[in-house]
């Protein structure tokens, strides 16, 4: 396989991220476009997971690697491994278990009905073409040793032993906003813009009107 460098971008849909994917592609990266979502809980979403998956192995066909490490989700990455894998016996896939959805997920339904049925199977079902499977978490492995027998181990990238500061000096006077895109939580990009054009309406503080304006901004542009 021909060395080539590889580059990830986030937000390659507009603005900096866009210009960038622009610039590279013009130097002969290859570029995997993808369907935007506004929720992390919606038939789009897994239409734009199916969709990059088809289209990066696509270039794995290309580039004819020894080792494919995969991150899930994309669930559907799990399942295109698992086609390619018959044809190509020798290759090492190794699959890095970040979120499990719909087991972790924080609500109170039937996690057997759809689409959180088809969104686990597509993992659970095709998880054996795995060489080896990372976990983020010791809860994700104890789930994952359901249906898969092979090597499980968990790494803990982030984990400090340093104690966590829960009391912050914040002004009295401002509402302070903060967005962290967090795995095991529903997010809905929409919803998060109303909450904070609507805190404008509660509040005299020309700090919050000016720093959560610009906030919703830049949310709303990413979301367009």
């Known amino acids: 396989m021909d060395e080539k460098k590889q ?3 986030t937000g390659a849909s507009g603005g900096i991220g ?6 590279l592609a013009s130097k002969g990266y290859d570029l995997v476009p993808t369907i935007k979502y506004k929720k992390n809980l919606s038939l789009r979403r897994m239409r734009s997971h199916e969709q990059f998956a088809s289209d990066t192995f696509l270039l794995i066909r290309e580039y004819k690697p020894d080792l494919i490490w995969i991150e899930a989700p994309c669930n559907s990455l799990i399942s295109y491994a698992k086609k390619y894998k018959k044809k190509h016996k020798d290759v090492k896939i190794i699959i890095d278990m970040i979120d499990m959805w719909p087991e972790s997920l924080p609500i109170i339904i039937n996690k057997n009905s759809f689409p959180f049925n088809l969104w686990r199977n597509i993992r659970s079902k095709n998880i054996d073409c ?3 499977v990372v976990s983020e978490c010791d809860l994700y492995k104890k789930i994952l040793e359901k249906e898969y027998k092979g090597n499980i181990n968990t790494i803990h990238w982030c984990r ?3 104690a966590i500061h829960s009391e912050l000096d914040l002004p009295s006077d401002e509402l302070s906003l ?11 990009i929409d919803k998060i813009c109303d909450i904070i054009k609507s805190s404008n309406k ?3 503080s020309p ?3 000016s720093n959560s304006q610009l906030l919703y901004e830049a949310i709303s542009h990413n979301k367009s």
């Open 7 to 9: 580059v990830l971008i």
């Open 18 to 23: 866009s210009a960038i994917a622009l610039e």
């Open 130 to 132: 795995a060489d080896a």
């Open 160 to 162: 400090d032993s340093r």
């Open 178 to 188: 903060c967005y962290i895109g967090s795995i095991n939580n529903i997010i809905d």
């Open 202 to 204: 509660y509040s005299n």
């Open 207 to 209: 700090n919050l009107n």
